[in-house]
């Protein structure tokens, strides 16, 4: 599993990795045979003895000590084991940002994953990980493969990151904040919603307004702000 894991990630020689949450160094070791350079971020100082243990022959490998959130660090691929509590605010961090990483290869719930790789913008999640990033499963992982078992299945996703974001608006962060806004009634249909807005255009974008917002493509996201907006 952890080689299946290490081996998704896609780290070369000349690649610098940062991994989230390295705990005990399992996955520390299998990255720095891949890697150039494996920047290893643990918060729990009880683990991080361990984790220099592991790692004390392995040049290549510099551990952090910190909360992810709250450093500045990235690298060419990410790697790691997210926390659920983690995964929204630890993906803006990573890819709303100019030095994006090209490649993210987590392991999150198996929940979030099916949220991430959605074919429409099934939340609020799956449009801001599909603006920057292609996401796939690579494959799944039964709780009662960790140790102690946690109460859901988890699985691996690599996120392929975009060159540039998927939609072409004036200002990203206004973009996730109307998204935001109309994902809060995602019960509702979305020709009501906007009405709020004052905006009863959808039939003109050829959108049905009796869809509810899970339903948007992308695409039909990008449409309906820009015209919300002008």
Do not use: C
């Not at 896609?10 to 940062?18: F, S, T």
């Not at 605010?89 to 719930?109: C, E, H, Y």
């Not at 988890?154 to 904040?177: T, Y």
């Amino acid at each position: 599993m952890r080689d299946a894991i290490a081996d998704a990630a896609g780290a070369r020689r000349e690649d610098l990795v940062l991994e989230v949450g390295a705990g005990v160094g399992t996955l520390t070791i299998a990255l720095a045979s891949r890697a150039g350079r494996v920047v290893a971020v643990e918060l729990d100082r009880d683990l991080l003895p361990a984790l220099r243990e592991v790692t004390r022959e392995s040049a290549n490998v510099e551990i952090v000590e910190g909360d992810i959130l709250r450093l500045d660090v990235t690298g060419d691929i990410v790697a790691g084991n997210i926390p659920y509590n983690l995964t929204g605010a630890l993906i803006r961090k990573l890819l709303d940002r100019p030095s994006r990483p090209q490649r993210l290869s987590l392991v999150v719930q198996k929940e979030v994953a099916e949220r991430w790789t959605a074919p429409k913008g099934a939340s609020l999640a799956t449009v801001a990980v599909q603006v920057f990033a292609e996401a796939k499963i690579v494959f799944t992982i039964p709780a009662s493969d960790f140790e102690p078992a946690p109460r859901v299945d988890s699985a691996l996703v690599v996120l392929e990151v975009r060159p540039k974001p998927a939609v072409e608006v004036d200002d990203l962060d206004a973009f996730f904040r109307f998204v935001e806004e109309t994902f809060q009634f995602r019960r509702k249909q979305l020709g009501g919603v906007l009405a709020r807005k004052g905006f009863r255009g959808l039939a003109e974008l050829g959108i049905d307004p009796a869809r509810r917002p899970q339903t948007l493509s992308l695409s039909e996201w990008e449409a309906i702000y820009r015209a919300v907006k002008s």
